[in-house]
């Protein structure tokens, strides 16, 4: 079978931002509470922007930092559950965007674990045709889908988006994807999102109710995350023949400081391997690893001959791993 490889990584945020100072003028909360219970400090928020917006400048990014033109890209995987609009997906708004025609475009959907699902779909298609090139992005506007009203959910979360383009061929600088796990089990309560889907329809004239928004139970995602992300690491390693002390970075999902310390100590790292970059962001769901991949590749936390660990969790419930070697 052919391996993927990562030739060029971009992300992007919307301009502005909402420290947990702005949260209080308009939720009963503290930074104190947020910023101890989860880590976050501030989380950008669309103001005009849209997902598509969103996912076009990460994808600029990733084509510019992969010396590639637009052209060249034969399929376009955009993990989303915050699209524009349903039909089409964002993927065709994204080739409409960027001028292409006869491509591949698709939107995937599972929730945070998106993109990590993604990845591994692009992976497929590229056995199919060693020739595939593949732009492969996990965007949100999770702040469409936000309850500025309840506290225990809103300030959680942020937008923005990441872009990554997989080939088969293996580039100066490129990350080798050897391999991805996934895993699952299918519930319909823990986590949420309800709203315009076909059993709750909106009608004209309805008020937007509750099922619009994302609700969770927060403890119970609170276990599972990290019960999850931390054994299929420790699987992927153990299939490679690694051990945590190979490796050089943990990519965790962004959901929280505390369930991403949690995973890095199960698996033993020290916190200087273990990359956070929630206290800027908040949770971007489908968005996290890729804004965080692209983000560390960007600072030098990510070297030449590094091996990196994704682990993602999210609704569905959806999780997996991927291990990338630069
Ligand atoms: N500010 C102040 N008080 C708050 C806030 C807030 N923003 N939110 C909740 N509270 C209150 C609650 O009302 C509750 O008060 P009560 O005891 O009087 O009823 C109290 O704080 C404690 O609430 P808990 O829910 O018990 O707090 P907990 O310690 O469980 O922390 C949290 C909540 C941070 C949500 C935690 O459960 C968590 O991190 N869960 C993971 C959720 C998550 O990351 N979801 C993301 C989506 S899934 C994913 O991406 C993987």
């Given at each position: 079978?052919?391996?993927?490889?990562?030739?060029?990584?971009?992300?992007?945020?919307?301009?502005?931002?909402?420290?947990?100072?702005?949260?209080?003028?308009?939720?009963?909360?503290?930074?104190?509470?947020?910023?101890?219970?989860?880590?976050?400090?501030?989380?950008?928020?669309?103001?005009?922007?849209t997902c598509l917006d969103l996912t076009f400048e990460a994808t600029?990014?990733?084509?510019?930092?992969?010396?590639?033109?637009?052209?060249?890209?034969?399929?376009?995987?955009?993990?989303?559950?915050?699209?524009?609009?349903?039909?089409?997906?964002?993927?065709?708004?994204?080739?409409?965007?960027?001028?292409?025609?006869?491509?591949?475009?698709?939107?995937?959907?599972?929730?945070?674990?998106?993109?990590?699902?993604?990845v591994e779909v692009a992976r497929a298609l590229i056995n199919l045709?060693?020739?595939?090139?593949?732009?492969?992005?996990?965007?949100?506007?999770?702040?469409?889908?936000?309850?500025?009203?309840?506290?225990?959910?809103?300030?959680?979360?942020?937008?923005?988006?990441?872009?990554?383009?997989l080939t088969s061929e293996d580039c100066e600088n490129s990350g080798?994807?050897?391999?991805?796990?996934?895993?699952?089990?299918?519930?319909?309560?823990?986590?949420?999102?309800?709203?315009?889907?076909?059993?709750?329809?909106?009608?004209?004239?309805?008020?937007?109710?509750?099922?619009?928004?994302?609700?969770?139970?927060?403890?119970?995602?609170?276990?599972?995350?990290?019960?999850?992300?931390?054994?299929?690491?420790?699987?992927?390693?153990?299939?490679?023949?690694?051990?945590?002390?190979?490796?050089?970075?943990?990519?965790?999902?962004?959901?929280?400081?505390?369930?991403?310390?949690?995973?890095?100590?199960?698996?033993?790292?020290?916190?200087?391997?273990?990359?956070?970059?929630?206290?800027?962001?908040?949770?971007?769901?489908?968005?996290?690893?890729?804004?965080?991949?692209?983000?560390?590749?960007?600072?030098?936390?990510?070297?030449?001959?590094?091996?990196?660990?994704?682990?993602?969790?999210?609704?569905?419930?959806?999780?997996?791993?991927?291990?990338?070697?630069?």
């Amino acid at each position: 079978s052919n391996f993927s490889y990562i030739r060029g990584l971009g992300y992007h945020v919307p301009e502005r931002v909402y420290t947990n100072a702005d949260l209080e003028k308009f939720v009963d909360t503290t930074d104190e509470w947020i910023s101890s219970r989860t880590g976050i400090k501030q989380r950008h928020v669309v103001e005009n922007e849209t997902c598509l917006d969103l996912t076009f400048e990460a994808t600029q990014k990733a084509l510019k930092n992969a010396g590639m033109e637009a052209d060249e890209l034969t399929h376009i995987l955009v993990a989303t559950f915050t699209a524009d609009t349903i039909i089409p997906s964002t993927a065709c708004l994204l080739m409409e965007r960027l001028g292409l025609k006869h491509r591949i475009p698709m939107d995937i959907s599972a929730a945070c674990s998106g993109f990590v699902y993604a990845v591994e779909v692009a992976r497929a298609l590229i056995n199919l045709n060693p020739d595939s090139k593949i732009l492969v992005c996990g965007s949100e506007v999770l702040t469409s889908r936000v309850n500025w009203e309840d506290r225990s959910t809103c300030v959680l979360f942020g937008d923005g988006a990441g872009a990554i383009i997989l080939t088969s061929e293996d580039c100066e600088n490129s990350g080798k994807v050897i391999d991805v796990l996934l895993s699952s089990e299918g519930e319909s309560e823990t986590l949420t999102v309800r709203g315009s889907g076909s059993a709750y329809p909106y009608k004209l004239g309805d008020v937007v109710g509750e099922e619009h928004f994302i609700q969770m139970q927060g403890r119970s995602i609170y276990r599972k995350a990290v019960r999850s992300m931390s054994s299929i690491s420790n699987e992927i390693l153990a299939k490679h023949g690694f051990t945590t002390k190979d490796v050089d970075l943990l990519i965790p999902h962004q959901a929280n400081l505390r369930i991403i310390e949690a995973v890095g100590k199960k698996l033993e790292l020290p916190t200087e391997k273990v990359f956070v970059n929630v206290d800027k962001f908040g949770n971007t769901s489908a968005a996290s690893i890729p804004i965080a991949l692209a983000e560390a590749k960007e600072i030098g936390a990510i070297k030449s001959g590094d091996l990196v660990l994704l682990a993602t969790f999210g609704g569905g419930l959806t999780w997996g791993s991927t291990l990338i070697q630069f």
